[in-house]
């Protein structure tokens, strides 16, 4: 048995293609790959961030996925680390981003903003302190 991981975050969104357009333009991952069905409907989106990436799924009552909405109650969220938080937190206010909180030191070092994707994913992005 390997002892090798991958693991792939995995969120719905009712607009998979406005979700991929906003991760990239506000919270700077890279764009991914946008599968389309028959009809040309945005099926499953990707976007990427260093060695991996985010899965972005329609939803689907089959598989009982659906988005927070946008000031729903989250039951997670995804934790990001980047190099300059305040200047990571700029660009995401600037992109629309609803920002829960500002960048702020932790007790756990950490320097974190909290904020909100526009279907309400949550999203703590931070930098180590030194």
Known sequence: MSNS???TPLLAYEDIEAAHDFLVA????APGRLDRDGDGHVVHGEVESGNGSIWLH???DEHALAPPGPGGTAGGGIVVTVDDVDAHHERARAAGARIDSPPTDQFYGRREYG?????GHRWWVGTPIS
């Open 5 to 7: 991981q991958t693991i």
């Open 26 to 29: 506000a919270f700077g991952f």
């Open 58 to 60: 329609r939803i689907s």
């Open 115 to 119: 904020a909100r994707d526009p279907e």
